[in-house]
């Protein structure tokens, strides 16, 4: 958290007179009921994770790509580095109530959307590129490990296409917080 973050939060928080503090920053607040959050929450959480296993299986497998070829590597690492940084923004999230401070909704809900998009695109662009490297090698290359990777990359990047759609169907409204009087 940033010098600007804190300064910003410590503005957002009230002493009050018994020495506790309390937030008086905007929230966003879920529309639905708190069971239908929990719901879309466990959700989220059943199609990141095994996305989080797909992409993390298929890097251990050593098929032709996956070893010492940038081209197929670089997707990867780039699609399981975006996925580990949702999983870690999930868990900030699932660990909020139906109300949650408008930073944490800001810094999590949004950036969602774009997040899947990259792990989307280099699950694709991993699976293409493991495919084509198979069909350019020569000697005995491995035609099962190869499928096996492109299939664990589309599986990946087909979960988070849910997990995007599911994103997508929440709905928070703004609820403006206001300040307590002495």
Not at 44 to 57: D, E, Y
Not at 137 to 150: F, H, M, P, R
Not at 153 to 160: D, I, S
Request: overall charge positive.
């Amino acid at each position: 958290m940033g010098l600007f973050e804190k300064e910003k939060q410590k503005k957002q928080l009230y002493r009050k007179k018994d020495g506790k503090y309390e937030y008086i920053g905007n929230l966003r607040r879920h529309t639905g009921s708190d069971a239908e959050l929990k719901k879309t929450k466990l959700i989220l959480w059943l199609c990141a994770a095994p996305a989080l296993v797909c992409a993390i299986a298929s890097g251990c497998i050593p098929a032709t790509g996956m070893v010492d070829n940038l081209f197929v590597l670089i997707p990867f690492a780039v699609g399981l580095c975006v996925l580990l940084f949702l999983c870690a923004r999930l868990a900030e999230f699932t660990l909020s109530g139906s109300e949650i401070c408008e930073d944490l909704y800001e810094k999590c809900v949004p950036p969602f959307g774009a997040q899947t998009t990259v792990i989307e695109i280099a699950a694709f662009i991993t699976a293409a590129a493991e495919i084509i490297r198979f069909f350019v090698s020569s000697g005995t290359v491995s035609l099962s490990s190869t499928l096996i990777v492109a299939g664990l990359q589309l599986m990946t990047a087909g979960l988070c296409v849910i997990f995007a759609r599911k994103v997508s169907g929440m709905d928070f409204e703004l609820v403006h917080g206001s300040a307590v009087s002495n």
